[in-house]
């Protein structure tokens, strides 16, 4: 499923986004502005997660999140850097 139809993202009305987020580093539907080459973003369901259970990406390794993840192979340089 698209994630604009999962309702994941929802559009942002920021002038100052817009003036200094070149076009091609932006969703046109306003739902996302790249802001870094590798931005490590956590979304979750605040109806599942409390938010101070998200305190570092180390905390995310730990045996409460097993099972619960969805993240790129950890052979990926990606997630390898994480803990570099």
């Not at 790249?34 to 938010?51: H, Q």
Request: net charge positive; glycine share 4%.
């Amino acid at each position: 499923m698209e994630r604009r139809r999962a309702w994941l993202l929802r559009p942002v009305d920021s002038p100052i986004l817009e003036r200094n987020i070149p076009s091609h580093l932006r969703d046109p539907g306003r739902r996302w502005f790249g802001l870094s080459l590798r931005a490590r973003t956590i979304f979750y369901n605040p109806r599942r997660v409390e938010p101070a259970q998200l305190s570092t990406y180390e905390a995310l390794a730990g045996p409460a999140w097993r099972g619960r993840l969805c993240l790129r192979t950890s052979k990926k340089v990606y997630n390898q850097s994480l803990w570099r």
